[in-house]
């Protein structure tokens, strides 16, 4: 099922989420809908928060990124086979010179910016069986799960944005959580005029 992806200005994109136990609630059925919301709405990650629950866990399939013809091939191969569920994720370190890359959110639709972040991870989470990981990941992989990590952390791509363009994209903003925008997924939005 198609969940309602939430709006950039609704709380639950702020709050810190809450680690899950085992034995969620119909987790399974949870990811799955997740799984069909993202792909939905052409994301390459998706996250809890957005679709209006504030416990962590986020799912990432970036193999559409494994299309670039700029990225190396170790890039491209990472990329290909990285459809991942991360459940409790704890990033214990990143590392690396801060790069930018253009980042779009699927909460923040027609706002893309320029984000910094550091180029290499290593994370510690439990897959969807409960099963527990730690990994490195690098580059875009890297990215991806840093963007939606931020998601269960509270933390929206456009905090990391200089003053100066936190201002310059103030409207657009304020016109996302009124729902003053043409998109092709359903979405919820915080300041939406009832009966309109």
């Not at 969940?3 to 810190?16: E, N, Q, T």
């Not at 091939?73 to 990033?91: A, E, M, R, S, Y």
């Not at 992989?141 to 100066?164: M, N």
Request: net charge neutral; hydrophobic share 35%; proline share 6%.
């Amino acid at each position: 099922m198609i969940l309602p992806i939430v709006a950039y200005g609704d709380p639950v994109l702020k709050k810190k989420a809450k680690d899950i136990p085992k034995d969620y609630p119909k987790l399974k059925e949870l990811i799955a809908n997740m799984w069909e919301t993202m792909y939905g709405a052409y994301g390459v990650g998706l996250a809890a928060p957005q679709v209006g629950l504030p416990i962590r866990l986020f799912l990432i399939d970036p193999s559409p990124f494994a299309e670039d013809e700029e990225l190396s091939d170790d890039d491209k191969k990472q990329l290909k086979g990285l459809k991942k569920v991360f459940i409790n994720p704890q990033i214990i370190d990143e590392m690396g010179d801060e790069w930018a890359f253009n980042e779009g959110c699927l909460s923040i639709p027609e706002v893309r910016e320029d984000v910094f972040r550091q180029p290499n991870i290593t994370i510690e989470y439990y897959d969807e069986n409960f099963k527990k990981h730690t990994q490195e990941y690098t580059g875009l992989a890297a990215r991806v799960i840093q963007h939606e990590y931020d998601h269960i952390e509270g933390i929206l791509f456009t905090d990391k944005l200089s003053s100066l363009k936190k201002r310059l994209i103030k409207g657009k903003l304020e016109n996302i959580s009124k729902g003053k925008i043409n998109i092709e997924y359903r979405m919820r939005f915080p300041k939406l005029k009832k009966g309109r």
